[in-house]
């Protein structure tokens, strides 16, 4: 199965789905990371991939990442 995202789908998945916003205009594909406002006004990048199956929507602030870094 291989859905095709377009900018158009992927700005909506993201208003239903997150309390983020999708900055970027343009997708060129899984491996491209696209700009995100999150609800708390930080901007960040993540590729659609992480956004969609990691469930990562938020920024690092809002959504530490899981594994702790420089302990
Ligand atoms: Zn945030």
Not at 8 to 14: A, G, L, Q, S, Y
Not at 36 to 60: L, Y
């Amino acid at each position: 199965m291989n859905k095709r995202w377009t900018i158009d789908k992927i700005r909506e998945f993201t208003e239903k789905n997150s309390t983020s916003k999708l900055l970027s205009k343009e997708y060129h594909g899984f491996s491209q990371k696209l700009l995100f406002k999150c609800e708390c006004g930080n901007n960040f990048e993540k590729t659609f991939t992480k956004f969609n199956k990691n469930n990562q929507r938020k920024c690092d602030v809002c959504q530490p990442p899981k594994e702790p870094r420089g302990a």
